[in-house]
Nanobody
């Protein structure tokens, strides 16, 4: 059973920084690309970043490009998201998920939601 646990959320002021982590289990982490996805209140899921299984082919949504950095440690089965210059619009529940990278579209598609963890709440507010 795929499990992801995403500790590290919390309340941060606008302009602040936060690092999220994702502990993966139940699958061979090093064999899968991974994504971070978020869902703001009353909004649809938003894919925000993806990373290939070897740490390459890193992609970001325009909404976070230049502010967020994705990384992974395959030896520890961990995925990370360093978030800088946070804005109130970044307030959301953040999830990590195994993904597929499609070379034809140069994009990531995340796995079905039933394989995700509960996510972690990030609130950006003064």
């Amino acid at each position: 059973q795929v499990q992801t646990v995403e500790p590290g959320g919390g309340l941060v002021q606008p302009g602040g920084s936060l690092t999220l982590s994702c502990a993966a289990s139940g699958f061979t982490f090093s064999n899968y690309p991974m994504s971070w996805i978020r869902q703001a209140p009353a909004k649809a899921l938003e894919w925000i970043s993806g990373i290939d299984k070897d740490g390459g082919t890193i992609k970001y949504a325009d909404s976070v490009k230049g502010r967020f950095t994705i990384s992974r440690d395959n030896a520890k089965n961990m995925l990370y998201l360093q978030m800088n210059s946070l804005e109130p619009e970044d307030t959301a529940v953040y999830y990590c998920a195994p993904s597929t990278y499609y070379t034809t579209t140069d994009s990531y598609r995340y796995s079905p939601r039933d394989s995700w963890g509960q996510g972690t709440q990030v609130t950006v507010s003064s």
